[in-house]
């Protein structure tokens, strides 16, 4: 997609978002209703194979073509000690991923995704937002443009990830900033800090909070306060993605994090999104309550890099295959209810 | 595996029950602790690919050869009225199978997984339990053998599914004989049963306990009197894949419920088991409970057929990818906890 030259015309584009196509989904549904199969039987799968039916806008989706987003950055607030891991990892598993060696890599792999690396000024941390911005406008226009600008708009699915050392603790400032309640309520162990590192976050969040109170009104100035580079490079794409109407793919708690300004800027803005999964990061539940989404997974998965999304990516396919492939019960001559 | 000659030569079986090994366990432990990403963030992905490799005796899992098996039966307590499709649907399901219609057909395909069908003598249904045991003593033998047969004991991994017009009330009756409770607990809608399908349901299963009582301290006779002839040979096909190491995915309702009197009987006889999902069927949560299994899957399917453990298998293979695939701190050059 391509370059926007002011955060205001990102706010045109939250006006103007495509909707799935009614007609598709109510062939889908008819679909549905005539396959071998108790009506209902196939659970999610059926919704979910729908869904993807009416934003494709093809009565039989499909998933040949799954694009990974991955994207990096760096911050300052890893200055008040709120990660278990140094800086320098964000970088070193950018090298990971280019060498194949994460978790991601293989994930992708299995599920027939491209993978795409996206390091965004890993030699530039944002600000500490304890008592800054994180981003000017410039450097989150730039965060917001990597995303949007980095969707392949031929994908039949997007999945979107992240890594970024300190980030999970950018998420919880943002979550807190846009949705408020007790600071505590949004923090957890990330990668794994201590208890002590626990009350660090909590301390930090609310010091955030109090620093940036004038601008948390506006979502868009929450994700710029309190966000970081990757994650205005999720809330691009995920935006470029409904400009496309490619489905998504919602990894961990950060990447649902920096997509939730859109949802508050305008309700709805992520019905073209499926949480992949419920991650162990206990702020995570708290927001997919808060925008209304079911996750697809929980199997206590908290590392983020799309790996949640990727393996639910496998369920989509599940979804796809029994739509698309299954019998009729007046082709296979099976008679129906008594 | 070999058949046996009497039903007392199974309950031998079942008293010596090979264990995963641990040696294999430990290195597959060491192995996750080194591989790029913060110990425990896979989640359930880490004790999968552990739980497997203890199985297979392999440090690195595999899952290049899974067995689907679908066993099929028809049930003699469909005279009472309590399912939502005529019994002829059994027989027309396993054509549908054979000619690759089924939902089964596309998720083993997805999954790159086997599927053997296997039907069980449809034009001889079960006797009514409300009045008779379901099978006599070779009927039984015969169903477990069926099973115990069908295993390729060269296999990964092995999912075990059935289809049999009636068989959720079957499932109940063996729940609620082997658990007790109250039969409302055990029953649901089955395909799709009315109001008025539950309460028979409910009246069935109060009368075929009634019926049985002095049968039902021994599951193995719980199994012969409650049980149905695909339910008896997904018994003996699961203690089959015990006895080869095989781990299996189990599937919903009626596949978890034929295996209980093998826990009931030895408890720890289903350490090779996972519990593929949870189904809807409300009896499935109540009897995952009881054998101590937490589903893999929570997406509302109760189709019975193996889909859901099918679905499942896909985690399984996330879980294998990743611990195979991912390069260790030390070959990737990255940082450990600060």
Known sequence: ???????????????????????????????QEQLTKPPGSLGRLESLAIWLSAWQVRERP?????????????HGI?????????????????????????AINQLCKLAGADLDVIALELDRPTRDFTSAAAMDEAEFLA??????????TTADCLIVG??????????????YGLFGGEAEDWIGRGTGVDDDGLKRKAEVLKRAREFHLK????????????????????????????????PVILDGFISTA????????????????????????????????RINKNPLLDLNMHLGEGSGAAVAALVLKAAIAAHNGMATFAEAGVSGKA
């Open 258 to 289: 920096a997509v939730c300004p859109l949802e508050v800027l305008t309700p709805g803005a992520l019905d073209h999104c499926v949480a992949g999964h419920r991650s162990s990061e206990p702020g995570h539940d708290r927001v997919l309550k």
């Open 162 to 175: 992240e890594m970024g050392i300190g980030n999970t603790t950018v998420a919880a400032a943002l979550c």
């Open 143 to 152: 965060g917001l443009n990597a995303g949007l600008t980095a969707v392949d």
């Open 78 to 102: 890893t200055a008040q000690n709120i990660s278990a891991y140094p800086a320098d990892v964000t970088a070193q598993m950018v090298e990971n991923f280019e060498h194949g060696g994460a």
């Open 62 to 74: 499909r998933l040949d073509k799954v694009q990974t987003l991955v994207f990096a950055g760096n």
């Open 1 to 31: 997609m391509y370059k926007l030259s002011s955060i205001k015309e990102f706010r045109e584009l939250m006006r103007f978002l495509p909707e799935p196509d009614v007609e598709t989904e109510i062939l889908a549904q008819y679909r």
């Open 215 to 246: 601008t948390l009104d506006c979502p868009l100035e929450v994700l710029r306060c309190l966000g970081g580079r990757e994650l205005a490079a999720i809330a691009g794409a995920v935006l470029a993605a409904r400009q496309a109407r490619i």
